[in-house]
């Protein structure tokens, strides 16, 4: 997950960038980076493990037209909206769902591909999606991500995925109309308008089908204090909005060689000894249960012929 980059000065980079900088590398550089409980990670639904207590978030300031500018800024890694400042901190939050804490909103941004490679970081079963975002949240009990970014149960982020077709989301005008004010490393621009920050995700009556792990930012110094929860439902978008974030951004500043912000992920890492756990109503794999009846028919069969 991207903050911001001003606060880690370690040069790194995405593989199609620079496969010298990109991600297989970031540990040589930044020892964070190799821990054991590192994201993203492919979520695998014939291996998780269903926690009937993880059930619907309350999302607080979601449904709300927040007062004040939102800024969006090219970071030379993503678009970033940064939706909290002084004078509305605290105005968008989460809690429930399993959560130690409220945490309030921060910022918010977005993982993508290219014209042919799907983008997501976190996987579904292996299936890589166009795009992902990342709302990320600090807990409560912080005012600065510095200290967060010591806690385990420091920062909570929000994953959800894209799926493209043909209809076109106006939800997304906002943000896909300012891309081209963000086009190169170091732009920043407020947005034309804030808006409801549930109109960027799917019907809240979806949103208690999620899962759930523990893990890392993204981005180095991919410190291990983010609770996860990556949602089962993608936001819908049209391939020709998701082409304005393929086509409109570069990773390099203004005056410098032009390289398109493509491919600006992170791909999965180990899941080690962690567990992933599926939300109360959260789809599961039913191979699993599958493969133990399986097991018990061969073993019963095995029996039959020996006897």
């Not at 821990?35 to 619907?56: E, F, I, T, W, Y």
């Not at 939102?70 to 809690?95: C, D, F, L, P, R």
């Not at 891309?179 to 409801?196: I, M, P």
């Not at 996860?228 to 060689?257: K, M």
Request: hydrophobic share 35%; with cysteine; aromatic share 12%.
């Amino acid at each position: 997950t991207v903050l911001k980059s001003v606060l880690y000065k370690v040069h790194w980079c995405y593989s199609s960038q620079d496969r010298s900088c990109g991600p297989s590398t970031w540990k040589d550089t930044v020892s964070t980076c190799g821990g054991q409980n590192q994201s993203p990670v492919d979520l695998d639904r014939q291996n998780m493990q269903r926690n009937k207590s993880l059930g619907r978030f309350t999302f607080r300031g979601y449904n709300i037209v927040p007062p004040g500018k939102w800024k969006v800024v090219n970071n030379g890694h993503a678009v970033q909206v940064n939706v909290e400042g002084n004078t509305i901190m605290g105005y968008i939050n989460i809690s429930g769902a399993g959560l130690p804490n409220t945490f309030r909103a921060l910022q918010f941004h977005f993982h993508w591909g290219n014209a042919t490679q799907n983008g997501s970081e976190h996987t579904l079963d292996k299936e890589q999606y166009p795009m992902e975002l990342h709302i990320v949240h600090i807990n409560a009990k912080y005012n600065k991500i510095i200290d967060a970014k010591k806690d385990p149960n420091g920062l909570a982020v929000l994953g959800f995925f894209y799926q493209n077709n043909d209809a076109s989301n106006s939800n997304y005008n906002t943000i896909v109309a300012s891309l081209k004010n963000v086009s190169y490393k170091g732009d920043e621009v407020d947005l034309a308008s804030t808006f409801r920050l549930d109109s960027l995700l799917p019907p809240v009556q979806k949103l208690s089908r999620y899962y759930r792990y523990r893990g890392s930012l993204t981005t180095p110094d991919c410190k291990e204090a983010v609770i996860w929860t990556v949602f089962e439902e993608p936001i819908q978008i049209s391939q020709s909005q998701y082409n304005e974030f393929v086509n409109t951004v570069f990773f390099s500043a203004r005056g410098e060689t032009e390289m398109r912000m493509q491919n600006n992920f992170r791909p999965p890492l180990p899941l080690n000894k962690r567990k992933v756990y599926a939300s109360k109503d959260a789809s599961m794999s039913a191979s699993s249960s599958l493969h133990f009846s399986l097991a018990v028919l061969s073993l019963t069969v095995l029996i039959d012929i020996f006897i």
